[in-house]
């Protein structure tokens, strides 16, 4: 039967915020205090990380606190480091370690070891860094040996906040300034957090430049909402049947906040309350309601602004009326899963009509769906849009894993049964 959803939630911590916080408050002097760090298991995987090059991280439940090592304190590894499914751990840490006096290694789960990793071995080559795929496949094991690294001006040909974050993060062991400038602006969070450490770091247009030679200074940081995982609620709610529901304490920073504008231009109700500032980042409380959706046209450089949106966004467009055209999204081949070829399989499994593209997908709505059994390919975005999928089902999805979701929302189910009415 279709479900109603109604009520009033909040969802765990920003994922990027949580893992940027953790790296440079381990590098940074004196203490960083966290609040609301996201506890899903790629976060986990950092802390994890980070205590493993000999920083001190306390952890009482509600705060944690990173006695940082300063730029130039961490220690050798007794072992690999292993970043579990995390390619935000894999890529913003090898920066540091570029600029370390040791020689690390690293690598993590299955998928991992099959993420392109060739989009940070030639930056940091070109800096001069020694690092090199183990197995020569342009993915992890990484081996990373001591090297004195160079600035450099590079020209990203991907649009990427990980990428972007490892660069900048070996900046700061470099012997001159360092700029990157991506085709289109990814989420910023890096910069905005190392300008609040004390880096010298200056922002302009698509382009990012840091000048090495401050040391950075532990912070107090309150961690707002993950739009990525509103997300799900925020589509629960607009294909949900006579639901309300109301997201308290959302990033809504404009390089994470694509999915906003395509459910506006979806025709979906949705409205802000109690807009302000939390260490640097714009923050407000949603409300959504059930909404007649129309389709649209997602591309260009929104792409990097809902990237990992994309699966729930493609659940929207299968129960609107009309066509929905997702293009220059090919960075979506290399995300967890295949997602092109993951979401078209699934929603195709649901009766939907779905052309996958190259960078993209063709969806027309209106066809009349109905439940299946999902393969996730252990991708938990994948396992969360498709269990929302399920909304207006008189059956739902059912996920060949429902685990994968602990990933970035350990919490997932339990929220969403809280709404169901």
Known sequence: MAKSLKGDITVPGDKSISH????????????????????????????????DLGV???DDGDEIVVHGNGLHGLKAPSKMLYTGNSGTTTRILSGILAGQPFETTL???SSIEKRPMKRIIDPLTLMNAEISSVKGNDCAPLSIKPSNLHGINYDSPVASAQVKSCILLAGLYADSPTTITEPALSRNHTELMLK???ADIETGGFSATLTPGNELHGQDVTIPGDISSAAYFLAAGLIGKDSDVFIRNVNINPTRAGIIKAIKSMGGFIEFYNERTISGEPVTDIYVKSSHLHGTEIGGEDIPTLID???????????????????DAAELKVKESDRIKSISENLTKMGSDVMPTSDGMIIYGGAKLHSAKINTEKDHRIAMAFTIASIPLDEDNVLDDRDCVKISYPDFFETLDSLIQ
Request: net charge positive.
């Open 20 to 51: 940027r916080s953790l790296m440079l408050g381990s590098i940074s002097e004196g203490r960083t205090r966290i609040k609301g760090l996201l506890r899903g298991a790629d976060c986990l995987s950092t802390m994890s990380c980070m205590r």
């Open 56 to 58: 001190s991280i306390d």
């Open 107 to 109: 690598t993590g789960d």
């Open 196 to 198: 609040a450490f004390g």
């Open 309 to 327: 949106e994309i699966p729930i966004i493609a659940v929207l467009a299968a129960n609107a009326d009309g066509q929905t055209i997702i293009k």
